[in-house]
């Protein structure tokens, strides 16, 4: 049987879900009325409990939601590319931390790095509950923007 015969056979079998659900009644993992839990799958069958990911996988997955992040920046922010490659990575670490949505409510925090305002910003991220949530990440992030070279303010 073919690698393609096989995948077909195997997805016809075990269904194709691009959610986690639990094996037990194929509900996704946090709607499960069952009292004895199955494990935890996604996919074609991927028992994610017992055979979880290989570090392949991971790094294939990561890409994949790295490349999403840049796409959702460009069309929501497309002035985020005319910054140096550290602050690009402040950008993207929180918009993948946090998904565009979210990310697009700290006004203020983007108002200040669209204009290079770096210090301000990260003065700005000081003050969020999500510095609070998220304590050393959030620490790094600021130390980059007041690292970064500030423009500064003209009033």
Not at 44 to 59: A, H, M, T, Y
Not at 71 to 92: F, G, K, T
Request: hydrophobic share 40%; charged share 30%; with cysteine.
């Amino acid at each position: 049987m073919s690698q393609e015969a096989l995948r077909e056979t195997l997805t016809r079998h075990e269904g194709r879900r691009l959610f986690a659900y639990l094996d037990c009644c194929g509900k996704p993992w946090r709607q499960c009325p069952c009292i004895e839990k199955g494990k935890l799958t996604i996919g074609v069958g991927r028992n994610l409990d017992d055979v979880g990911l290989s570090d392949n996988e991971v790094d294939y997955l990561l890409d994949n939601d790295l490349g999403r992040v840049r796409m959702d920046l460009d069309a929501a922010l497309p002035w985020w590319r005319e910054h140096s490659e550290a602050i690009q990575h402040v950008l993207i670490n929180m918009t993948f931390n946090l998904g565009m949505r979210k990310f697009q409510t700290f006004v203020e925090t983007l108002g200040y790095i669209r204009l290079k305002h770096y210090r301000q910003a990260a003065d700005n991220l000081r003050k969020t509950l999500w510095h609070r949530q998220v304590k050393s990440r959030a620490l790094e992030i600021e130390a980059v923007l007041d690292a970064a070279e500030a423009v500064p303010i003209t009033e």
